[in-house]
Nanobody, 121 residues
Framework: QVQLVESGGGLVQAGGSLRLSCAAS????????MGWFRQAPGKQRELVAT???????NYRGSVKGRFTISRDNPKNTVYLQMNSLKPEDTGDYFC???????????????WGQGTQVTVSS
């Protein structure tokens, strides 16, 4: 099995910064794309940013220039540096990873439990 454990959420004032971390553990062969999604109260989960195993990144438009996703492959960890936070960034942030259990097998999607981010105005 695979576990994704997020950390780093909290309460911050508008304009502040937070850094989220997500570490994957378990018995697997490799991880391809990792990403962060968020869900605000009463809204659908939405993609925030993704990063491939080779470092290619993708961001939703509203966070470009403010958020930076990165990863440490040997540590199976993905990070999300969030700067210039806005109240509309408030929500539960979830880590996602595509995991391969042995060479040549398909990839399975796994989710973390989420970490709460609250940005006050």
């Amino acid at each position: 099995q695979v576990q994704l454990v997020e950390s780093g959420g909290g309460l911050v004032q508008a304009g502040g910064s937070l850094r989220l971390s997500c570490a994957a553990s378990g018995s697997f062969f490799s991880i391809s794309t990792m990403g962060w999604f968020r869900q605000a109260p009463g809204k659908q989960r939405e993609l925030v940013a993704t990063i491939t195993s080779t470092g290619s990144t993708n961001y939703r438009g509203s966070v470009k220039g403010r958020f930076t996703i990165s990863r440490d492959n040997p540590k199976n960890t993905v990070y999300l540096q969030m700067n210039s936070l806005k109240p509309e960034d408030t929500g539960d942030y979830f880590c996602n990873a595509y995991v391969q259990f042995y060479s040549g097998s398909y990839y399975s999607s796994y989710w973390g439990q989420g970490t709460q981010v609250t940005v006050s105005s």
